[in-house]
């Protein structure tokens, strides 16, 4: 609506916020799934054939693959930003540009450097950093800007919330598994604990730095639920 209307100033706005929340989602997303991968996978597929050595083998591919997970939402945002513009080529050599990008990742990681399927899980996340990267930087050449001091500042808070809570939860998954072992009991318990507690300290962590993004998050929750939280996390 901002670009048909030719209000470039709100499309800016738009945008910033967007990319602000995508990346509210997904950063402490990616460093819950590295850290507790091992106990989400655990405690769903572990039993039978799938032992404990294949749950390592897929936790790490599912770490690797965290590290895009910004990349892969903020691409949903930024092609559609291109398209709005009446521009439809450039999100498409971008697109063409990754298979080669894909390619040499491939063939450094996997062939090169003997990462076997974790390499291919990092060639992945790293075409969809660099798509990103590449769409941001054309799309701010091509609007002369897109608030980015602001969305550099909430990425920062975003990323310090999220680093305490990888602290938390590490903690929190080092300690039951020095109680309970490796079994898939303990994966259980690990994603029962490690994850509320995860939600909760961002959550705190997150009001404490005033990240607007988490703001207008909780704004969305039902009234009850944002109640709740407010009483439990006045911050």
Request: proline share 3%; glycine share 10%.
């Amino acid at each position: 609506r901002s670009a048909a209307s030719g209000n470039l100033d709100e499309f800016r706005s738009t945008l910033a916020r967007s990319l602000g929340f995508v990346f509210l989602l997904t950063a402490p997303s990616s460093v819950g799934l590295a850290i507790l991968g091992r106990s989400m996978i655990g405690a769903i597929y572990q039993g039978g054939r799938f032992d404990a050595y294949d749950t390592r083998q897929t936790a790490a591919a599912l770490t690797c693959y965290a590290l895009g997970l910004a990349g892969y939402a903020a691409i949903k945002v930024l092609a559609p930003a291109f398209y709005a513009l009446g521009d439809s080529r450039t999100p498409t050599l971008v697109s063409l540009a990754s298979i080669a990008i894909n390619y040499a990742l491939v063939a450094a990681l996997v062939g090169k450097a003997g990462f076997g399927h974790r390499g291919l899980a990092l060639s992945t996340a790293g075409v969809a950093v660099s798509g990103c990267a590449a769409l941001l930087v054309l799309l701010r050449r091509r609007l002369a800007g897109i608030h980015g001091r602001d969305l550099a500042s909430s990425a920062a808070r975003i990323a310090a919330a999220s680093a305490v809570m990888g602290g938390a939860i590490w903690a929190s998954s080092h300690a039951i598994g020095l109680v309970l072992g490796a079994g898939r009991a303990a994966a259980l318990a690990d994603a029962a604990v490690s994850i509320p507690l995860g939600a909760v300290v961002f959550t705190l962590a997150g009001r404490l730095l005033r990240i607007a993004e988490l703001d207008l998050a909780l704004q969305t929750l039902p009234r009850r639920i944002r109640s709740l939280v407010e009483r439990v996390l006045p911050c």
